[in-house]
Every structure is written in C-alpha cells, then in structure tokens.
C-alpha cells in the first residue's frame, strides 16, 4: 500500500503528545500513520467552513484531536502538517481550536 501523504508536526503537536499518557500518544501517532494508507473519516476528516483537518483518536473513552492542514506547495510531495491538538469534551470542534490552528497555519506559510 502507497502512501497519500507525509505528516510533519509543529511544535505545539509535540508538545500535546509529550503532555498526554504515553499509551494515548502512541495510539494517535499509530491512528495518524494508518490515516497515511486508508481514507477512513473517522480517522482523519475536513472540518466544516474551513481548511483544516482533524485526526481523531479515541482511546480509554477520551476523544483526541489532532488538527492539521495540506502543504501542496512542493509538487513532490503531498504533506499534512499537524498544529496541535486538544482533548475533545464536546459535540463540535471548539471554536477556539480551529482559530488557533488557522493561526498556526498561517504562520507556517508566511
């Protein structure tokens, strides 16, 4: 099976995965590499009126996310860059999260 993208991690997504339970880390970065092989949305999908994405983890009943965007800037190689990530308590993605992730991605192209 051939990989759709690479996944590089900005330092706030370092910092939430050396944060969290190292069994819960490891489950995202296993559900982030499988996420690489197979279109499944509940692993990784678009969130509504907006460019980022989420790589979700549910793991010992707590929801992770992950949010990301796509760096089509190098024709090579397709690339998912992962901002940060939160522990979901909600319904909806927070608000609040997908500003801050716009704002790392942002940041990232300037």
């Not at 900005?10 to 197979?38: G, M, Q, R």
């Not at 793991?59 to 800037?73: E, G, M, N, P, S």
């Amino acid at each position: 099976m051939q990989k759709k993208f690479e996944v590089e991690f900005l330092e706030d997504a370092f910092d939430f995965l050396k944060e969290i339970d190292k069994d819960a880390s490891k489950k995202i970065i296993y559900n982030i590499e499988k996420s690489k092989l197979v279109t499944d949305a509940k692993l990784f999908k678009k969130l509504k009126n907006t460019e980022i994405w989420e790589f979700r983890t549910l793991y010992k009943k707590v929801q992770y996310r992950t949010l990301a965007f796509w760096d089509k800037t190098d024709k090579k190689e397709v690339l998912v860059v992962c901002t940060h990530g939160f522990i979901k308590k909600s319904q909806k993605t927070p608000p609040k999260e997908i500003k801050r992730a716009e704002k790392l991605m942002e940041a990232y192209f300037d």
